[in-house]
Structure formats: C-alpha cells, structure tokens
Nanobody, 128 residues
Framework: QVQLVESGGGLVQAGDSLRLSCAASGRTFSSYAMAWFRQAPGKEREFVAA????????YYADSVKGRFTISRDNDKITVYLQMNSLKPEDTAAYYC?????????????????????WGQGTQVTVSS
C-alpha cells in the first residue's frame, strides 16, 4: 500500500509555471506506475499524465502535451508535474494516483478507476 501527499499548487497568471510534487510513503514506490489527474468544478476527473514505475515511459493528455512534464525520483519517492505556459483552462484540483504496475498502457492508464491509491489533491488556479 502507498500513501500520497500532493503539494505545490497555487494561484498564478496565464503563462506562468508551477511544479507539483507528490510525496509517497512505502518501500515499494519504485514498483508503482504513477499518474496525475485533475478535476475542475462541475467536471469529471480527467487524465493529465502518467509515468511507468522506472520512469522510462511517459504519456500525456493532448491538452497538456508539450507544456507539462511528468517525472519521478524513486530515491526521494516523489513524482513531479512541471507545468509550463499555464492557461486558465488548467485551473483544477490536481490529484496524484498510483497503481502497483511496472508499465503503462495508454488505453487503460487514462482511466481513474485503474488507480487504487490517491492523494488529497492540490488546487491550481490560473488567472487570465
């Protein structure tokens, strides 16, 4: 089992950058694929990015491709989401998620119900 705690959210202006962090507990972090999802008020939770257990494979939603970068440091048991060129439509609560799986398969890793472990979320607000 793994516990997740997100941090790094805040209020920024359009075009700014933020880096979210997700600190995990547990000795088997390096065997978990990780992902970021987001949820805006009144909308369903949507996939943002995923990374394989060893960090060799990443996958992004089309809406953030080229602007966001997911990475992980297994020594620090932390996964990151670097968000550049932020837009008002990126405003949402951002959630970190984990699943005990080494590889990511895009068709399934975009589904929130694939992930049994979730953090509490961190709010990102982008003003225009």
């Amino acid at each position: 089992q793994v516990q997740l705690v997100e941090s790094g959210g805040g209020l920024v202006q359009a075009g700014d950058s933020l880096r979210l962090s997700c600190a995990a507990s547990g000795r088997t972090f390096s065997s978990y694929a990780m992902a970021w999802f987001r949820q805006a008020p009144g909308k369903e939770r949507e996939f943002v990015a995923a990374i394989s257990a060893r960090g060799g494979t990443t996958y992004y939603a089309d809406s953030v491709k080229g602007r966001f970068t997911i990475s992980r440091d297994n020594d620090k048991i932390t996964v990151y989401l670097q968000m550049n060129s932020l837009k008002p439509e990126d405003t949402a609560a951002y959630y970190c998620a984990a699943v005990s799986r080494s590889f990511i398969v895009p068709a399934t890793m975009m589904r929130a119900n694939e992930y049994p472990y979730w953090g509490q979320g961190t709010q990102v607000t982008v003003s225009s």
